[in-house]
């Protein structure tokens, strides 16, 4: 998932980056960290995200 994709999800979803954090389990620096792109998610994070975003469309 690339940076503007998790920041399309994130929008999509209606959270800012602190309520999508803690869908995920973590704190809003590393959800700002991933859509700058400075810092990738983990494989249990991709998971999560897929399946937020299963429940978006």
Known sequence: M????IR???KQ???TQK???????LDAISISRWERGTQRPKAVHLRKMERLRKGVK
Do not use: H, I, Y
């Not at 690339?2 to 994709?5: D, G, I, L, R, S």
């Not at 309520?19 to 389990?25: K, M, N, V, Y």
């Open 2 to 5: 690339t940076p503007k994709e």
């Open 19 to 25: 309520e999508f954090a803690g869908r995920l389990g």
């Open 13 to 15: 979803l209606g959270l």
């Open 8 to 10: 399309d999800l994130r």
